[in-house]
Nanobody, 124 residues
Framework: QVQLLESGGGLVQAGGSLRVSCAAS????????MGWFRQAPGKEREFVAV????????YYADSVKGRFTISRDNAKNTVYLQMNSLKPEDTAVYYC?????????????????WGQGTQVTVSS
């Protein structure tokens, strides 16, 4: 079964950029659709972005559309989330998640594999 490890979180000022990564091991990343989710303190986990196993299709939450970009390098078994024009409301723990390829879904409950998360803090 695939294991996921996020990295690249940190503290950034509003308007800045950050790229978080998700490295997969124990499985071939090209078998999996990959999603990014986030959870802010006291809030429910929410969908951020998803990419099909091939990278051919991506979807974004309205709150990040035009600012965030999800990408993947299957040869490196890594998925990325490039975050630009960051806002304080983007502050959260960011998680990557995997599910064997199929119909793309925004529903985190349909992803069986999760990383431990990486903290992103945006100061105003």
């Amino acid at each position: 079964q695939v294991q996921l490890l996020e990295s690249g979180g940190g503290l950034v000022q509003a308007g800045g950029s950050l790229r978080v990564s998700c490295a997969a091991s124990g499985g071939t990343l090209s078998r999996y659709d990959m999603g990014w989710f986030r959870q802010a303190p006291g809030k429910e986990r929410e969908f951020v972005a998803v990419t099909r196993w091939s990278g051919s299709t991506t979807y974004y939450a309205d709150s990040v559309k035009g600012r965030f970009t999800i990408s993947r390098d299957n040869a490196k078994n890594t998925v990325y989330l490039q975050m630009n024009s960051l806002k304080p409301e983007d502050t959260a723990v960011y998680y990557c998640a995997a599910r064997v390829w199929g119909s793309l879904t925004y529903n985190g409950n349909e992803y069986p594999y999760w990383g431990q998360g990486t903290q992103v803090t945006v100061s105003s």
